[in-house]
């Protein structure tokens, strides 16, 4: 008897996730055969069904179909709010107080409504395109084509990041130019550098002949062996010191939380390019920093 149980395991959470899920989604046949598969299944979920976490029983179609179709939303969501960062800078707007007003809407909600430089890792892009690919399988391709786009946008955020940098750099040019990269994992609390925009950056970077050096809190070894042609370094003083660009591209607790007017006197020039929107630019500009960020004035 076959069975179809996706799972919604989110990267770094994966234990916390098992024990207590957000919801379960039983793929069953019909009949006999599907209801001696809950009875089954209830048994193995016991603990978490007892905590109230919701049961999905549905058809096997339907059951694969989930954990792919809540990645493209998530997907989705992240690439809109990416595409009105894209509106925000030619218009004069600023994506966060956007995403704050828009997310008031119990309809639409805060999460994953932040801009910036996208997503990678190794379940979102490749749900995505594997949503697609199935999809044309079945000959249901146009259903699903507005994914293509969703890709698109967020591979887009990634040049849109080099642009920033040459912006901020006050016509000195690339080539040459000392750019410490802040983040490597694809996403905080992770190792991962699976498609990682935060690495893809900083590889753009060096192909253009910018010194690149790369530090972060778990990802510096994976991204080591992914790209062994970066500079890399253990801590964020020893990555800034004497660089010309700062750029925040993985959004880790420590990160958030730098004193700009520490890192003043170690960096060449205080310039620095928020690519997840995670900083106090406020606090840095009062620090003396210049201070760019994808879809902010």
């Given at each position: 008897?076959l069975?179809w149980?996706p ?36 048994a193995?979920?016991?603990?978490p ?6 049961r999905?029983v549905t ?12 990645n493209?939303?998530?997907?989705t969501?992240?690439s ?16 966060t ?11 639409i909600?805060?999460?994953?409504l ?52 040459v ?17 490597a994992?694809?996403k ?58 700062v750029?925040?591209?993985?959004e ?8 700009p007017?520490?890192?003043t006197?170690?960096?060449a ?10 900083l ?9 920093w ?8």
């Amino acid at each position: 008897m076959l069975v179809w149980n996706p799972e919604f395991l989110r990267e770094g959470f994966a234990v916390e996730d098992t024990l207590h899920p957000d919801r379960l989604v039983y793929g069953v046949p019909e009949g006999e055969a599907g209801r001696r598969a809950v009875d089954v299944l209830d048994a193995v979920y016991a603990a978490p069904l007892g905590e109230g976490t919701p049961r999905i029983v549905t058809d096997l179609p339907t059951a694969e179909l989930v954990k792919v179709a809540a990645n493209s939303f998530l997907a989705t969501k992240i690439s809109f709010i990416n595409a009105m960062a894209e509106l925000c800078e030619v218009a004069g707007g600023d994506v966060t107080r956007l995403a704050d007003a828009i997310g008031v809407d119990c309809r639409i909600g805060r999460r994953f409504l932040n801009a910036g430089l996208g997503f990678g890792g190794g379940c979102l892009p490749k749900d995505i395109r594997a949503f697609m690919a199935r999809a044309e399988e079945l000959h249901a391709d146009p259903a699903v084509s507005f994914l293509r786009e969703v890709d698109s946008i967020n591979m887009r955020r990634r040049e849109r990041m080099v642009d920033l940098t040459v912006g901020v750099l006050d016509g000195r040019p690339l080539a040459g130019a000392r750019i410490a990269v802040l983040g490597a994992a694809f996403k905080p609390d992770s190792d991962d550098v699976r498609d990682s925009p935060a690495l893809d950056v900083a590889e753009r970077l060096h192909q253009r002949s910018a010194r690149v050096v790369v530090t972060d809190p778990q990802a510096v070894p994976n991204a080591r062996r992914k790209a062994p042609q970066l500079r890399y370094a253990e801590t964020v003083e020893e990555a800034v010191d004497g660089v010309d660009a700062v750029l925040v591209l993985t959004e880790w607790s420590e990160y958030r939380t730098l004193d700009p007017g520490k890192l003043t006197g170690l960096v060449a020039s205080p310039r620095v390019v928020d690519g997840r929107n995670a900083l106090d630019a406020q606090a840095w500009r009062e620090a003396g920093w210049t201070y760019r960020a994808l879809g902010r004035p």
